[in-house]
T-cell receptor, first 108, second 115 residues
């Protein structure tokens, strides 16, 4: 059975800290891995990863995929209170399989 | 530029009632899906569709029906509401067909309470 596991489940840090969120998976017919940020409403798309070793960056956020070891990480540097959210990882096969998410709280 | 539109935003039902959650997208996306989100459970796939006339079950399909008569619309029907169906429901769509791998666009969700 396909599965996606995220860790940690929750995390509390102070502004300025760097955080690393993990997503491991076991699926057949891998197509891509997606990262989303969810605040109060709908998830918003952050990154799509399809190839190993190519780092995707957007400002203070970056992500990388390891297709051999079957995991991805999402890094956030110099965290701000606005980064507080649930971060979701999804692996796409012929459908979208989501992890349970990591709840990040950034304290001022 | 509407994207994915879900209605209603909130709904309270009594046990045993039926209702339809509406989802429409204006991006001509082939792939659409319904999720429920419960505390600590992430997004769980209920049903999905890879194009008009084609639907399939996800992880938690029991108690729900879907149909896809047009590319734009993908309604979710609760046949006989149960308290266990209290949840936040999200509809999502993506371009391309099955196995495309592209990110999904989400609606704002419907918060449903069953008494």
């Amino acid at each position: 059975e396909d599965k996606v596991v995220q860790s940690p489940l929750s995390l509390v840090v102070h502004e300025g800290d760097t955080v690393t969120l993990n997503c491991s998976y076991e699926v057949t017919n891998f197509r891509s891995l997606l990262w989303y940020k969810q605040e109060k409403k709908a998830p918003t798309f952050l990154f799509m990863l399809t190839s190993s070793g190519i780092e995707k960056k957007s400002g203070r956020l970056s992500s990388i995929l390891d297709k051999k070891e079957l995991f991805s990480i999402l890094n956030i540097t110099a965290t701000q209170t606005g980064d507080s959210a649930v971060y979701l990882c999804a692996v796409v096969t012929y459908k979208y399989i989501f992890g349970t998410g990591t709840r990040l709280k950034v304290l001022a | 530029n509407a994207g994915v539109t879900q209605t209603p935003k909130f709904q309270v039902l009594k046990t045993g009632q039926s209702m339809t959650l509406q989802c429409a997208q204006d991006m001509n996306h082939e792939y659409m899906s319904w999720y429920r989100q419960d505390p600590g459970m992430g997004l769980r796939l209920i049903h999905y569709s890879v194009g008009a006339g084609i639907t399939d079950q996800g992880e938690v399909p029991n108690g729900y029906n879907v149909s896809r008569s047009t590319t734009e619309d993908f309604p979710l029907r609760l046949l006989s509401a149960a308290p266990s169906q209290t949840s936040v429901y999200f509809c999502a769509s993506s371009r391309g067909g099955q196995g495309d791998g592209q990110p999904q666009h989400f609606g704002d969700g419907t918060r449903l309470s069953i008494l």
